[in-house]
């Protein structure tokens, strides 16, 4: 068994949870913020059997898509000048961040 976990954007996180459901397999949804932009993403837990990994791969790479974002970084101030001037600078953001691990032990009680 493997565990799949998937770092998407907000914005594909709905249609992605109703896909899987709808193939029965079962999904855990945690709210997660980016170490880098500090916002928002999710992160989905999939635990699935070996010969699954490569389906919900094709899912998820179905589904999610890569977008750019516009984040406001300040710019260091320069003669003389102690103010920082926010500048926008685009980052692109992928459609998805996907680990697949091993399952050591799996139960359900
Ligand atoms: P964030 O850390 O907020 O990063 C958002 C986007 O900012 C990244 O998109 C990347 O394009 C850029 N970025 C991140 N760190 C950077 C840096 N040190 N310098 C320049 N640009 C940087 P993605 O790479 O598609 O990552 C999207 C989200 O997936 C990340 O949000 C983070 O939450 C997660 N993630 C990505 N790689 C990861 C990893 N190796 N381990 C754990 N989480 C990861």
Known sequence: MKMIIAIIQN???QL????LNQKEYSVTKLATTGGFLKIGNTTL????????VEKVLEIIRGICQPREELVTTPVAPAFGNDIYTPYPVEVRIGGATIFVMDVEHFEKI
């Open 11 to 13: 914005a594909d996180e």
């Open 16 to 19: 992605l949870i109703e896909t």
């Open 45 to 52: 837990l999939i635990g699935v059997e070996d010969t699954e």
